[in-house]
């Protein structure tokens, strides 16, 4: 056999062993656990290279599980977690783990109440008896044993994974991807687990369609729109405004004043909107406050000088005049 040929089949080999063992070491039926656990129920979630195993005692109410997220660096930290009053994020009670810059495997529990959670260490809203983690082969286990409120056996549940920063507090994970459809409902006595359909559903294309809408509308169309109404109209107000001595003239300023300053106050307030209908990161919105705030006092400093400027020249304007009037009725 050619020397190139018997190159080429051993490389062959080498790649479908390969394959052959990551394919059992990330399946689910077949998983053999370091610690001879042993699990009734499995199930592949499909995202996130994360695999799910549970034994459901329906007498007492106890789930047992292990939840298997693979092919993850070190620095790398997992949850999973289910959520028993919505679908998403907020509301879940995550179990997550995590290993330090010392290579300290961490497990704990956190009630998630806001999208701009830490996943601080806390007690969930039922009894959990047990929790570890062991991180062994690029791939991080979730041990957990606990208890569901009665006739619960259908919850929604979520999982994630996101940086560990050096200083071990956790970071914000993708928004992006598998990120952001990694949910799911989960029946624990049927096994059935039906996907949650917010990356792929027509909820999310519509939310999509709006979004492009919206831009096309903006960005094409009322922003030229506000280009040549800036550009003419103030031209136009030269013409249409009225004299200083005209009776008409207060209620100009009132209607152009007006219109500025509404504009102002309606883009802050839409903001502020904007940040807690996202529920975004809490250091957010007093960072925009505090700018907000900045410019305010320029904005009053400026105006101040301004002020005193105009009142300077109406001053020496009215002198002026006076004088003008004292040497008239001296008949100079």
Partial sequence: ??????????????????????????????????????????SDLGVLKSFLHWNYNETTGTIEIAYRHASIKSQTWV???????????????????????????????????????????????????????????????????????????????VWQDGPVNKDNSLGMHALTGENVISLATLDFLSGQIVATKLGDGSSNLMFKKIHGGLNMVSWGILMPIGVMTARYMKVLALKLRPNKENKYRTYWNIYHHGIGYSVIILSIINILKGINILEAVMIWKPIYIAILIFFGIIAAILETWTWNIVLNKRLQTSNDDSGKEKISSLGL
Wanted: glycine share 4%.
């Fill in 1 to 42: 056999m050619d020397f190139s040929l018997r190159i080429m089949l051993l490389i062959f080999a080498c790649v479908i062993s390969q394959l052959l063992i990551l394919s059992s070491s990330q399946s689910c039926s077949s998983y053999s656990f370091l610690n001879q656990n042993t699990y009734r129920a499995c």
């Fill in 79 to 157: 949850a999973w977690a289910i959520n028993p009053s919505r679908k998403g994020m907020v509301g879940s009670q995550a179990f997550v783990a995590h290993q330090t810059s010392a290579g300290i495997v961490q497990a704990y529990t956190s009630p998630v109440t806001t999208y701009g959670t830490g996943l601080e260490e806390g007690p969930l809203s039922f009894p959990v008896q047990k929790i570890s983690a062991e991180f062994v082969n690029n791939e991080m286990i979730i041990y957990s044993m606990f208890v569901l409120p009665k006739n619960m056996t259908t919850v929604n549940h």
